[in-house]
């Protein structure tokens, strides 16, 4: 029995994904300047703001 081209993967995460692991979404809080990781002003990992994932085409 084959397997459907639906469930094939098309090389891992090579697809859009519209949920982000906690790493991926620091990263792009700091490159935006939204995340603040000094002694003084320490950023929780925890309640960590919404992050956009905009498909690019």
Do not use: C
Not at 12 to 31: C, D, P, Q, T, W
Not at 35 to 43: L, V
């Amino acid at each position: 029995m084959s397997i459907h081209s639906s469930y094939v993967g098309q090389g891992g995460f090579a697809k859009h994904r519209n949920v982000l692991s906690r790493a991926e979404r620091i990263e792009r809080l700091k490159a935006d300047d939204k995340w603040a990781h000094d002694d003084k002003t320490k950023s929780s990992i925890f309640n960590l703001p919404k992050v956009r994932n905009i498909k690019m085409t």
